[in-house]
């Protein structure tokens, strides 16, 4: 049964530094891996996408990287800005039930000015 | 561009009552979810459809049903509502395989009173 756990559950950082969200994953055979941004109250938005078969994503100011091998996945955000303050969900469907796509609990980011 | 909509947003129900949400996607995604999210808890799927007419359970699909009869709608019903169902529910949207990039409603936030 795949188990995605994403450690800490919060983080607060002063504006401005580079940080690195992780999530880790116990089944590696999987088709993808999403990374998500929620804000409070609202759904979720799609931030990157990366496929099996690619290392790393990069949109904007950040950067998601995948080792299947290893089950990790780090979302990287560069000069961070109060506006980035969200909870920060990855999710993946396995390759044995690609239908069920199952969420970390989330990372809740707070950037303080 | 809708994306993903959800109706409604905020509803509030005596235990006993029965009610229906409804999700529309307009991205002509074969792929559809439902979702709950409580505190603590993560995203939990309820149940989802990998096409028109067709259904599946998800990890907590006690105490709801689901039809697909149009492939841009997904209805997700309590027939008899329960405190322990009180959350916030998203649906969400998603090319078939696994492989496509998932795309959420704004949430419907459900009260069993």
């Known amino acids: 049964k795949q188990e995605v756990t994403q450690i800490p559950a919060a983080l607060s950082v002063p504006e401005g530094e580079n940080l690195v969200l992780n999530c880790s994953f116990t089944?590696?055979?999987?088709?993808?891996l999403q990374w998500f941004r929620q804000d409070p109250g609202k759904g979720l938005t799609s931030l990157l996408l990366?496929?099996?078969?690619?290392r790393e994503q990069t949109s904007g100011r950040l950067n998601a990287s995948l080792d299947k091998s290893s089950g990790r996945s780090t979302l990287y955000i560069a000069a961070s800005q109060p506006g980035d303050s969200a909870t920060y969900l990855c999710?993946?469907?396995?390759?044995?039930?690609?239908?069920?796509?199952?969420f970390g609990s989330g990372t809740r980011l707070s950037i303080r000015p | 561009n809708a994306g993903v909509t959800q109706t409604p947003k905020f509803r509030v129900l005596k235990t006993g009552q029965s009610m229906t949400l409804l999700c529309a996607q307009d991205?002509?995604?074969?792929?559809m979810y439902w979702y709950r999210q409580d505190p603590g808890m993560g995203l939990r799927l309820i149940h989802y459809?990998?096409?028109?007419?067709?259904?599946a359970k998800g990890e907590v699909p006690d105490g709801y049903n689901v039809s697909r009869l149009k492939k841009q709608n997904f209805l997700l019903g309590l027939e008899s509502a329960a405190p322990s169902q009180t959350s916030v529910y998203f649906c969400?949207?998603?090319?078939?395989?696994?492989?496509?990039?998932?795309?959420f409603g704004e949430g419907s936030r459900l009260t069993v009173l």
């Open positions: 999710a993946v469907p396995g390759y044995s039930s690609a239908s069920k796509i199952i």
């Open positions: 969400a949207s998603s090319y078939p395989g696994g492989a496509g990039e998932l795309f």
């Open positions: 459809s990998v096409g028109e007419g067709t259904t």
């Open positions: 990366i496929q099996s078969s690619q």
């Open positions: 991205m002509n995604h074969e792929y």
């Open positions: 089944d590696s055979a999987i088709y993808n």
